[in-house]
């Protein structure tokens, strides 16, 4: 099951309106929504119990607001998602995970700052933008 949490509307220097949405994702529909994804993916791999998980989570909500429309943002509960955490080998988290046709790019484990995972995010996936909004230009290098 499928649950979407619009997260953010960022007017644009056009005045329109990118709608950015985080999905929350299982092993049910980790293959339609990742592995099957047009797009590159983001996956935040998390639990509820987890302290570091729950302020990483909104540093990756922050990043969510900011992203273009290039690339698909996923939240994976590790307790809720077994088959995934044994298919990336996942030991420790926060990990986040970037995923392009099923395939890891990138792996980050524990708490990243905002600035760390956009810095790799575009040396992963140079054809990611992100909105100029003031409080992110002074992160970006």
């Excluded at 909500?61 to 994976?76: C, L, N, P, Y």
Aim: aromatic share 6%; with cysteine; charged share 25%.
């Amino acid at each position: 099951m499928k649950f979407f949490e619009i997260l953010k509307k960022n007017a644009g220097a056009n005045g329109k309106s990118n709608e950015i949405t985080i999905i929350n994702v299982d092993d049910h529909t980790f293959r339609t929504e990742v592995v099957q994804s047009d797009l590159p993916v983001l996956a935040y791999l998390w639990a509820e119990w987890c302290p570091s998980c729950i302020r990483q989570s909104k540093v990756i909500d922050e990043i969510a607001g900011t992203v273009s429309q290039k690339m698909r943002i996923v939240k994976i509960n590790v307790d809720q998602s077994r088959q995934i955490v044994q298919l990336y080998s996942i030991r420790s988290i926060p990990t986040i995970l970037l995923i392009r046709n099923g395939l890891e790019l990138k792996r980050m484990v524990g708490c990243k700052s905002k600035r760390a995972i956009i810095k790799i995010v575009k040396q992963s996936l140079p054809v990611i933008n992100f909105s100029a909004t003031p409080a992110l230009e002074d992160q970006l290098p």
